[in-house]
């Protein structure tokens, strides 16, 4: 908002005798975030406990003798179906239930001190939300391409009635995932294709939620050329590790997207100026939610390709970036944009290269 007092816009928080308005404000915000996590929370508890119950009556039923019980918890352990529904509930709903109440709880320290706080980070947020980041739209609308394929395969071999199997399993991870002992066996652009594909509907829609998240920071922060050269490297040593320490096939861009966040962490502090250090933090809190995703999930996630891509950013950035103490974004050079525009060319041939493997079955 603009005010004849000050040469610039400045945040609601940062106008003197609005405390009072903002905290009711805040209050009234703050009931309606609980109440409708408080739903989801209700709603996806259910799907949770209706999957695991059915989960368990499928091993209960088909025991014979006395072993009902333990059949029952084997073949809910075992089931994919629980595994993500558990996974949903804790992103979708217990995360945001948790964060919810917690804001609630920071509103009893409400102050014109604590606004002072917290007016540059919220400066920071609000310039952030104003960037434009068309590579990282760029990004998405590759794995959107290649997720079209994977269910337009599926519908083809198995017609429209695969609809509820889509949040299980997509098709296309054979012909264009990674296979390991084909990877090993020659088939090296495996390492490259992978990234694009995804399992299932939930899958795709946690990375590409993570995509917009960290690419966008990344671009602005970093500039493109960045955004496409961290990938391509933290995706490769994440697929790398991958195929070292598991035998099952991999897919999904979490290698990539793992090596942005990692990068940030670390470029965000040697560039101290540019980032306020509340912001910062929530990348740490980023790393510990993936973490403790990969110890729900551990049998479907990738935590191998998850710490590769994690520890390939951090390097890439103190490698690449020295130390900064200027307050604005470094620039790209020549070079830069060259082997940046080279990388987003050869990520656009794979993609569409695992469009045409994929579709031919």
């Not at 979708?92 to 804001?103: C, L, S, T």
């Amino acid at each position: 908002m603009w005010t004849p007092a000050h040469r610039r816009m400045i945040l609601p928080e940062e106008l003197e005798g609005a405390g009072e308005a903002l905290r009711a404000a805040r209050e009234r915000w703050a009931r309606d975030d609980k109440d409708d996590t408080a739903h989801r929370l209700r709603w996806f508890g259910s799907i949770l406990a209706l999957t695991v119950l059915y989960s368990f009556y499928q091993g209960w039923a088909q025991a014979s003798g006395g072993s009902g019980l333990v059949s029952g918890v084997r073949t809910l352990l075992g089931s994919p179906y629980s595994g993500i529904a558990l996974l949903m509930f804790v992103i979708f709903a217990f995360i945001p239930w948790y964060q919810a109440r917690k804001r609630e709880k920071q509103l009893a320290r409400w102050s014109e001190a604590s606004i002072t706080e917290i007016a540059p980070t919220l400066r920071f947020e609000t310039w952030l939300t104003r960037q434009k980041a068309p590579l990282t739209r760029v990004f998405l609308g590759l794995m959107v391409l290649v997720a079209l394929a994977q269910l337009l395969a599926q519908v083809r071999t198995a017609g429209f009635g695969v609809v509820f199997s889509l949040l299980h399993n997509w098709d296309g991870t054979t012909a264009a995932g990674l296979v390991k002992d084909r990877y090993f066996g020659g088939e090296w652009w495996r390492l490259f294709t992978a990234p694009f594909l995804h399992g299932n509907v939930v899958h795709f829609l946690m990375n590409a939620a993570a995509l917009l998240y960290l690419g966008k920071r990344l671009e602005v922060f970093a500039r493109w050329p960045h955004l496409v050269l961290v990938f391509l490297f933290s995706a490769s040593v994440g697929g790398e590790a991958s195929a070292r320490f598991l035998t099952t096939v991999s897919v999904g861009a979490s290698g990539g997207l793992m090596g942005w966040l990692g990068f940030l962490m670390v470029f965000e502090t040697l560039h101290k100026e540019l980032v306020p250090r509340r912001a910062r933090r929530r990348l740490a809190a980023g790393v510990a939610l993936t973490a403790l995703i990969g110890v729900i999930g551990y049998r479907y996630i990738d935590n191998a390709a998850h710490a590769g891509g994690l520890v390939a950013g951090m390097v890439y950035a103190l490698i690449v970036f020295p130390p900064s103490s200027s307050p604005h974004r470094p620039r790209s050079t020549g070079t830069d944009r060259v082997v940046g525009g080279a990388g987003l060319a050869f990520l656009v041939v794979t993609a569409l290269f695992a469009v045409t493997r994929i579709m031919a079955g």
